[in-house]
Structures are given as C-alpha cells and as structure tokens.
C-alpha cells in the first residue's frame, strides 16, 4: 500500500535515463531533446501507474502516521534512514518526488523554450514535448478529481448509514460536485419566517440530498475521536431543483414588509411524493 506502482514508475524513468544518455552520446550530431521527452511519456503505462500512485497516496501516507504512532521502533528506524540519508530528505519527502516530477518538468521545457531560438531543430519538438506533459499532468488531475469524488460518495453513505442510500449513491455514475452547511427557512402562508433548521445540502451529479448534521464521539486508545454521522431528511432530482437569484434593491418601498438582500434560495419543486417546498418563491414574484 505505501510503495504502490512504485516498480512501474522507477522503470518510466530508467527507460527516459537510459534514452538521455544515448541522446547525450550523440549531442555533437543530434541537439535535440524533446522528443525524447514526447517518446518516454506519452506511453499509457506512463499514465497508468502515474494515477494508480497519486490517487493511493493518501492511503499511503495515512498508513505511515498510523504506524509511525504505533510502532516506535519503526518511527526510530525512519529517524536513522534521514539521518543517514546524503540531503537529510524524510520518507515523506520521497514520496512527495514522483508527484512534483511532471510540474518540474513542465517548468524546465517552459525554460529550455526561451533559451531556444525559432530555427532551432528541438523548437518543435520542444513544443510538442511541452503539450504533452501538460496534457499528462491534466489527465492525472481528472483521476485524481475522479477517485476524490468516489471516496467522497462511499463516505457520506457511510456517515448516512442507511441501506436506501448506499442503494442511492451506489448505482450509476454518481459522484458529488459539492456539498456545503445551509439554512433552510421554513415560511407561513402569509410569508412570515416560523422557523430556520441547519442542514447539509449534497449535490451529487444528478441529485440534491439533505441531510441534518450528528456529531458523534468514540473513545479509542483513551482518546475520544469525534466523527459525523448524517440523517436524510429528503432527496431529489436536479431536474426537480431550481436555484433562484433575488436580492434587486432596486424598486423597494417603505411599505416593503421585508427587505430583498442580496441573496439566493434553492426551490425544490415537484418533489413527490412529500410535494416540499422551501422558499417564498412565489410570494417574492408578488412583491
């Protein structure tokens, strides 16, 4: 779990070694470098195991602290390996190189860019090398968002624990966008506020879901560990889910009953079977 695709990425890199020293070898007769850049990675092998790593290197660091917490022979032993080390570097900053590697490389064919003249032969393999590791590291991000999204999911119906909602968020492509603490205002007939709840709206990709928030503690190792726990109040379909703008001062009279600040309210409309409604939505089209 912490060395994982270690092997494919130390083997990425020997191979693009292997190519610059050939390159190197022949510089008096072939001044060019970027495309061996373009050849080494633009391999999917390359993006592959590039992913595999970052997505897991959360989980990876998270097993070193857990270890290093509750093995002290195993925090000592990293202790000696830096100590030891020529640049003093930690196992952490280690692990930190294969994800700093593609921006490096991005700034030092940005720099070889400028220090390249238009006629040069390596100008346009340059340029496609540069296109390339920027794409890479684009790619590399989108799995990155991705698996977030997908971990994200599995926690909150975790947190929720309830079988219509791991049913819920596990069918489909479904990932969450955003999720964020609101207050839903529950209003009179008449317009009047009666009362104001807490709640966590989560927008999945095809979902609006709210929920209240628990706190809930445990006691591990005699230590209390405060974790949160979600209870469903309803679910809807984006379609179902229109987000209205208001807040205009313009055209507010003394005889305004209340004032119009800039704001926004989320209106859920044709919500069955419970038909909910938040929001003074047409009241405010009245006024």
């Not at 093995?71 to 900053?93: M, W």
């Not at 709210?210 to 726990?229: D, K, L, M, Y």
């Amino acid at each position: 779990m912490v060395f994982y695709r270690i092997k494919e990425i130390i083997q990425c890199h020997s191979m693009f070694q292997m190519a610059l020293a050939s390159r190197v070898s022949e510089w008096d007769s072939v001044e060019m470098i970027g495309d061996v850049f373009v050849a080494s990675f633009s391999k999917s092998m390359v993006l592959d195991a590039y992913s595999e790593y970052v997505i897991n290197f959360s989980a990876a660091v998270g097993i070193l602290k857990k270890t290093c917490a509750t093995k002290p022979a195993f925090l000592e032993f990293l202790k000696q390996c830096q100590e030891s080390s020529p640049d003093r570097i930690t196992l952490y900053g280690l692990m930190m190189k294969p994800i700093q590697r593609f921006p490096q490389f991005i700034l030092l064919l940005q720099d070889m860019l400028k220090n390249t003249t238009k006629g040069h032969p390596d100008r346009l393999p340059l340029q496609m090398a540069l296109t390339e590791l920027e794409t890479l590291a684009e790619k590399l991000n989108e799995r990155k968002r991705d698996a977030d999204q997908r971990c994200e999911i599995k926690q909150i119906a975790k947190a929720m624990n309830e079988r219509y909602l791991n049913k819920l968020l596990s069918c489909g492509n479904r990932y969450l966008i955003r999720s964020d603490d609101m207050l839903e205002t529950v209003y009179t007939d008449k317009g009047e506020i009666m009362k104001t709840k807490e709640r966590r709206l989560f927008m999945l990709n095809d979902v609006l879901m709210c929920a209240t928030v628990h706190i809930r503690s445990s006691h591990e190792n005699s230590g209390v560990v405060s974790g949160q726990r979600y209870l469903l109040k309803w679910s809807v379909p984006l379609g179902h889910v229109d987000v209205i703008e208001y807040g205009s001062n313009e055209g507010q009279g003394e005889n305004c009953r209340f004032p119009l600040q800039s704001s926004s309210e989320v209106m859920v409309t044709n919500a069955k079977p419970n038909k909910l409604y938040m929001g003074p939505g047409q009241l405010y089209n009245d006024l």
